[in-house]
């Protein structure tokens, strides 16, 4: 099964930037050629919601200071200009290989 | 718009059985496979197994898979996960989720708590 690994926490200064991190023991490009690495957000309270999909589509709702990149095996998440709404538990979940599976999680706090 | 619906929480004793249903709506229900996901207290995402309601086929984690059943009922749009022989270390949240490649939609939970 497809390990993903993130750091567990992240530390921020609202109105600043926040980068997250995820690196996938295998490859996550498809026999279709999509890589087809997700970001999910899990406020407290709350179950996950979907904020990137495909490395870097945002899903319909999501505001555009979340930004997706990577390849291969190596993505990042991206917030611009941290709101406080933003505090919770970032999740990256790869779909290319059966079983899905979903890194550990990185929480975003605010300093 | 998607939505899923989940039964109520549940309180259970160790060895006891849990069923957790979730009824879908606001798409082709048979469409779409829908996956089972669990969070224990203070823990990440861990997926379960999935269930294609069109046909019922379905596949387990190796770590459940000698203990969950998914179902589904396709006149009434709903899915179900039958969990046996349950342990303390059980206690967790489990979600429904239409989840996969292009998409991700989540039901609100059911908490599971098991406790003699």
């Known amino acids: 099964d497809i390990v993903l690994t993130q750091n567990p926490s992240s530390p921020v200064t609202l109105g600043q930037s926040a980068s997250i991190s995820c690196r996938s023991s295998?490859?996550?490009?498809?026999?279709?050629?999509?890589?087809?690495l997700s970001w999910l957000q899990q406020r407290p309270g709350q179950p996950p919601r979907l904020l990137i999909y495909k490395i870097s589509d945002r899903f319909p709702g999501v505001p555009d200071r979340f930004s997706g990149s990577g390849a291969g095996t190596e993505f990042t998440l991206k917030i611009s200009s941290v709101e406080a709404e933003d505090v919770g538990v970032y999740y990256c979940?790869?779909?290319?290989?059966?079983?899905?599976?979903f890194g550990g999680g990185t929480k975003v706090e605010i300093k | 718009q998607v939505q899923l619906v989940q039964s109520g929480a549940e309180v259970k004793k160790p060895g006891a059985s849990v069923k957790v249903s979730c009824k879908a709506s606001?798409?082709?229900?048979?469409?779409?496979?829908m996956h089972w996901v669990r969070q224990a207290p203070g823990q990440g995402l861990e997926w379960m197994g999935w269930i294609n309601p069109n046909g019922g086929d379905t596949k387990y984690s190796e770590k459940f898979q000698d203990r969950i059943t998914l179902t589904r009922d396709t006149s009434i749009n709903t899915v179900y996960l039958d969990f046996r022989n349950l342990r303390s270390d059980d206690t967790a949240i489990y979600y429904c989720a239409r989840v996969g490649r292009l998409a991700g939609f989540w039901g609100p939970g059911t908490q599971v708590i098991v406790s003699s």
């Open positions: 295998e490859s996550l490009v498809h026999s279709d050629g999509n890589t087809y």
């Open positions: 606001g798409y082709t229900f048979i469409g779409f496979y």
């Open positions: 979940m790869q779909a290319t290989h059966s079983p899905l599976s």
